[in-house]
């Protein structure tokens, strides 16, 4: 499986600004996709990120507050932006190889004061 | 109704007993199936794919999957402390195969 690196690891943030997070793959793939990890709750798939395009927001999430980048098949970004209290979270990058598994980065835990 | 569900837990089980952890989905149409691993503070770690009815082995890991009841369980034979996590089911969409949905997971204690 690919090795998967994010930055930061954590950050402590006040309101009203932004984190952008970096995910990294040590080879190149065919979907990213980014998860927020609310404490104490299950994953929550935020977008995909298309190679090329626009990121595929689901439904809740709009890309005003979660712009996300991908320029090439190795590394994407996501911000958080305009952040409040409620988006402190983990957030986590996983990748697909093309056979539907998924594997996941170390996660940013990111909290919002 | 969840798409994916899975009880909580905690589930509480002795050293070198068999833990088994059951999971059921809504989609009729589902193909794929994952369970992962989360250790406290840790990112998800793949431990089990299935994709066709039956069983699947791997070390001390049983899948199960039944299509016809939308159920998948994993089994863990010989359990052990370091078992001790959260067992979070995922089952792929119809609408976007590439996309899983992950159950809430299920706390798994083993009390030596």
């Known amino acids: 499986s690919a090795v998967i690196s994010q930055k930061p690891s954590r950050d402590i943030c006040q309101r009203g600004t932004s984190l952008t997070i970096q995910c990294q793959v040590d080879?190149?793939?065919?979907?990213m996709f980014w998860y927020r990890q609310q404490p104490g709750q299950s994953l929550t798939l935020i977008a995909t990120?298309?190679?090329?395009?626009?990121?595929?927001?689901e439904s809740g999430f709009v890309i005003d507050k979660f712009p996300i980048s991908r320029p090439n098949l190795t590394f994407s970004t996501l911000t958080v932006s305009n952040m409040s209290p409620e988006d402190s979270s983990i957030y986590l990058c996983?990748?697909?190889?093309?056979?539907?598994?998924?594997?996941f980065g170390p996660g940013t835990r990111l909290t919002v004061t | 109704q969840k798409e994916v569900e899975q009880n909580s837990g905690p589930l509480s089980v002795p050293e070198g007993a068999i833990a088994s952890l059951n999971c059921t989905y809504s989609?009729?149409?589902?193909?794929?199936f994952f369970w992962y691993r989360q250790y406290s503070g840790k990112s998800p770690e793949l431990i089990m794919s299935?994709?066709?009815?039956g069983d699947k082995e791997d070390g001390r890991f049983t899948a199960q999957l039944n299509k016809a009841s939308q159920y998948v369980s994993l089994l863990i034979r010989d359990s052990q402390p370091s078992d001790s996590a959260t067992y979070l089911c995922?089952?792929?969409?119809?609408?976007?195969?590439?996309?899983?949905?992950f159950g809430s997971g299920t706390r798994l204690s083993i009390r030596p």
């Open positions: 996983s990748v697909s190889t093309g056979d539907y598994e998924q594997y």
């Open positions: 080879s190149q793939v065919t979907m």
């Open positions: 990120a298309n190679q090329g395009s626009e990121a595929t927001y």
């Open positions: 989609d009729r149409g589902s193909q794929s």
């Open positions: 299935i994709y066709s009815n």
């Open positions: 995922a089952v792929n969409r119809i609408s976007s195969a590439s996309k899983i949905i």
